[in-house]
Structure formats: C-alpha cells, structure tokens
C-alpha cells in the first residue's frame, strides 16, 4: 500500500505538523497578535522586537510554510509518479489536493512577502524609534501606518487562502 510507505510516512508526518504549526501561527498572528499590537501601538514595541528579533517568530513562521508546501509537493509529486500522472490526474481527489497545494503555495508567498517581511521592516523602524529617544518623524510615522495596512490585508488573505487550502486537503478523498 502506497500510503504505508515509510518514505510517505515520513512526509506526511512532516506536511502535517508542520502546516498544523504554520497555519495556527497565521490563525494567531492575524487574528490576536497583530490587531492586539496595532491597538496598544508604540508601546508595543518591545515585545514586537523581542518576538521578531530574538525569538525569530516571522523565521520560524516562514521555514514552517517553506517545509509544509514543499512537503507537499514531494508526495503530491511521488502519487502521480506512483499512479501515472495520466492515471493520478483521473481522480478527483488529485485535483482536489493540487488546488489545496496551490492555495498553500500562494499563501506562503503572500505571508513571506506580505506579512513576514514587513513585520521585520516595522520592528526595525520601531527599534530605530526607539533608539532616538523622541517621536517618530512624519516619514517614520507614514511608513509604520502603510505598513501595518499591508500587514493587515496580507494577514487576512493569507488565513482565508490556508483555511481552504486546509479544507481541500482534510476532505479531498472525499470528493
């Protein structure tokens, strides 16, 4: 049996904790840690730098999207190889996952971009802020706000494109 292979095992238990641990992350970030953070505003800041710099949240967030999504692709990949990718391209349940892979590739690219590094971008200017002792300057100010509204939108295209990347892989065998 294809599915008790130890080389599908294996990716499977890493595509699967993996993605649990990225998309809660997303869940959390988009839904309480991000808004709660805009809320509180400049007095967020050192925890902000504390998560980002020291703790690497927005890293370790982007490794686990990387591993997840390429993970999936390999087994994704390793079933049509196993089936025949004209045999494998029959079953619904091919199309179903590749349109789940496709949500989850395309929201790790708009969490890296999007979210990622721009969170890193406004921990530096709230650190650079910071550093100077005083307000920030009109263009500091400007730039924190534009940022956060790209973060914000990203935040929420991003859960919404895991959450049906999600329900196609946990449903499509039964399709």
Same mark, same amino acid.
């Given at each position: ?56 949240? @927005? /890293? &370790?967030?982007?490794?686990?999207? =990387?591993? %997840?999504?390429? !993970? ?8 049509? *190889? ?11 349940? @091919? /199309? &179903?996952?590749?349109?789940?892979? =496709?949500? %989850?590739?395309? !929201? ?8 990622? *590094? ?11 802020? @910071? ?45």
């Amino acid at each position: 049996m294809i599915a008790s292979s130890p080389f599908l095992l294996v990716f499977r238990f890493v595509h699967i904790i993996t993605g649990a641990l990225w998309f809660g992350s997303v869940f959390l970030f988009a839904l309480f840690v991000g808004p709660s953070a805009a809320k509180v505003g400049p007095a967020a800041g050192p925890l902000m730098h504390v998560l980002v710099k020291e703790r690497k949240a @927005a /890293k &370790v967030i982007k490794w686990l999207a =990387i591993v %997840a999504v390429s !993970a999936g692709w390999i087994m994704w990949l390793y079933h049509a *190889n196993q089936a025949g990718l004209s045999t494998w391209w029959d079953w619904t349940e @091919a /199309k &179903v996952l590749l349109l789940g892979g =496709i949500l %989850a590739t395309i !929201a790790m690219f708009e969490g890296l971009h999007g979210v990622g *590094n721009n969170v890193e971008k406004m921990v530096d200017i709230g650190d650079g802020i @910071a550093a100077s002792g005083g307000p920030p300057t009109p263009e500091q100010g400007a730039e924190m706000q534009r940022l956060g509204a790209a973060i914000q939108k990203a935040s929420k295209i991003d859960l919404a494109l895991l959450f049906f990347a999600v329900a196609c892989m946990a449903t499509a065998r039964y399709w």
